[in-house]
């Protein structure tokens, strides 16, 4: 059997590409992870600076429970009482823009992949020690492409991915570096701002198709 953690680590790392999503509204967060969805990029990453966050999570959750290429996780998780209402709600994994070992124990009590946002080695050999599954290195764009291969040096076994200053420029870069997922934006979601589904789910096509060749 296998276990749901895992399960929901492989669909991410199949996606490649992770869409973080900040909605203004609820449809708006609805309506922009759908055009990723439709875009090819089927990990979804919802902010809870989105409103109601935990009801989009269960209305996405719900609608794509058949199609198992599709992940939809929660964001900007801050404490335990939010990644319990987010898992409750369906969220398949959490991401937060930082390391909380409280949350790091509920996502294991419900056997959710924790991906906690560090940025030094202490907070890395912090997360991997309360069993984080991938470290999210944030703000990417500041700490550099380098970043990857000096963690995995004392952290050889450490999955990273990058997120903020991830585009579809640099992506290649990122993956030649090491990343095993990269998490990503405003350069994928930014349109969505001004309701502009059509403009995303360009963008989103155009990361996958960046993806799918890398992979190749």
């Not at 790392?13 to 990723?36: F, L, M, P």
């Not at 390391?99 to 906690?116: G, H, Q, R, S």
């Not at 380098?146 to 040096?153: A, L, R, S």
């Not at 990343?179 to 349109?191: K, Q």
Request: contains cysteine; negative net charge.
């Amino acid at each position: 059997m296998t276990l749901p953690k895992y399960e929901a680590l492989k669909n991410v790392e199949k996606a490649g590409v992770v869409a973080v999503v900040r909605g203004h509204n609820e449809e708006n967060s609805y309506q922009v992870s759908k055009a990723c969805i439709k875009g090819g990029v089927t990990a979804i990453e919802l902010a809870f600076t989105s409103p109601n966050a935990d009801v989009t999570i269960k209305r996405l959750s719900e609608e794509y429970a058949e199609d198992d290429n599709v992940v939809v996780g929660a964001g900007t998780v801050l404490d335990p009482a939010t990644a319990r209402l987010a898992i409750i709600a369906g969220a398949k994994f959490i991401v937060s823009p930082s390391f909380n070992k409280e949350t790091a124990k509920t996502c294991n009590l419900y056997d959710v992949p924790y991906i906690p946002g560090c940025f030094t080695p202490t907070e890395v050999q912090s997360a991997l020690t309360y069993g984080a599954d991938v470290v999210k290195i944030f703000p990417g764009s500041i700490a550099g492409l380098n970043v990857i291969k000096e963690i995995q040096g004392p952290f050889p076994y450490a999955n990273v991915m990058p997120s903020g200053g991830v585009s579809l420029e640099n992506m290649h870069e990122w993956f030649e570096n090491g990343a095993y997922v990269v998490g990503v934006g405003g350069g994928l979601v930014g349109p969505g701002k001004d309701d502009d589904y059509e403009a995303v789910e360009k963008n989103a096509k155009a990361f996958h198709a960046e993806f799918e060749k890398l992979s190749k």
